[in-house]
């Protein structure tokens, strides 16, 4: 089952970074806190992941305050919707391999 | 990559699109118990009104207020306000039982009720409903009782077509139930109690028990 692989996302190896690009490719945009509620992770787990997403730019990140408290939004970026689907056809290829 | 590794990524994949799109502690029960309201409500409303009532009050739409006759702005001020009350009283029953439902859900399932999706929920369903609600307001300044059953159905329909896309697909098949019997009330005003008591005592009923079945029964988070 070599042909595959290749196409796999290094950066989608991580459970936790697949589930983030997962919610920002169903929505729009999502804030840290509803991430980090959603996905049931610490806070510095989550910024280590979003940092690393932001990396490859397949993330985009916007800043700003919603009263005195700060508000920080994610985006994918159309980098990261394409390399999300990359990975899925990936993933669907392998299943497919394994049928056979 | 392990053959299970990819069907746990895939699972993940697909229940984390959903939760994180989609308001899945709506309470299928909750709506049972608002329909039990609106007919509590619209039962109340059929018994305290006198049925000779009905067509004087109800068809100012076909024919406007000369069509009166012999009854006094008092006593449809009366009755009317009789039916604003009892509606309002439903409404805000309604509308407590499903927020306490859902925080009750959500807290057994351990997500929070004030999400990004459930944020997302009533911007979209609020503006339909808030220019509805405006629109019945005006009405009944205007005296045109005949048509404000019909508007609170398709007003209702169409917020829960708009709020649809946020959580369990049957809402959007509820909302445009209420759409089409709003229509036809609209085509047959005297009934418009009958109308009401259906769209928002039955149908409620009917896919409150629907979605308590498919999402609720096996978790018991009813």
């Given at each position: 089952m070599g042909i595959g692989l290749h196409n796999f996302d290094k950066a989608f190896e991580n459970r936790i970074r697949l589930q983030i690009m997962s919610v920002l490719v169903a929505n729009e945009s999502y804030d840290f806190n509803s991430l980090k509620d959603l996905l049931a992770v610490t806070d510095g787990n989550l910024a280590s992941h979003l940092k690393a997403l932001e990396k490859e730019e397949y993330i985009s990140v916007s800043k700003s305050f919603l009263g005195r408290k700060p508000n920080t939004r994610y985006k994918a970026s159309e980098k990261g919707i394409a390399a999300f689907k990359k990975h899925l056809e990936a993933l669907e290829d392998l299943i497919k391999q394994q049928k056979r | 990559m392990e053959n299970k590794d990819i069907y746990d990524d895939i699972s993940s994949i697909k229940t984390i699109m959903e939760r994180s799109?989609?308001?899945i502690s709506l309470s299928g029960l909750?709506?049972?118990?608002?329909?039990i309201y609106a007919l509590i409500g619209s039962f109340i409303a059929y018994?305290?009104?006198?049925?000779?009532?009905f067509p004087q009050l109800f068809a100012y739409y076909a024919t406007g207020k000369e069509m009166t006759l012999g009854m006094s702005y008092?006593?449809?001020f009366n009755y009317i306000t009789v039916l604003i009350v009892i509606a309002i009283v439903v409404l805000?029953?309604?509308?407590?039982?499903?927020?306490?439902?859902?925080?009750?859900k959500a807290k057994h399932k351990g997500q929070k009720v004030w999400n990004?999706?459930?944020r997302a929920l009533l911007k979209n369903g609020l503006l339909p409903l808030l220019a509805g609600g405006c629109f019945v307001v005006i009405l009944l300044m205007q005296h045109y009782y005949g048509i404000i059953a019909p508007a609170c159905l398709i007003f209702y329909g169409l917020g829960l077509a708009a709020a649809s896309k946020y959580t369990y697909g049957d809402v959007k098949?509820?909302?445009l139930s209420e759409i089409i019997l709003g229509l036809i009330c609209m085509l047959l005003p005297l009934y418009g109690l009958l109308f009401w008591a259906l769209g928002f005592g039955v149908l409620h009923i009917l896919y409150g028990a629907i979605m308590y079945y498919k999402y609720d029964r096996g978790n018991r988070a009813a």
């Open positions: - | 799109a989609k308001f909750s709506g049972v118990l608002a329909g018994k305290i009104i006198p049925i000779y009532i008092d006593t449809d805000l029953l309604s509308i407590s039982t499903g927020i306490l439902f859902s925080i009750r990004e999706s459930s098949w509820l909302g």
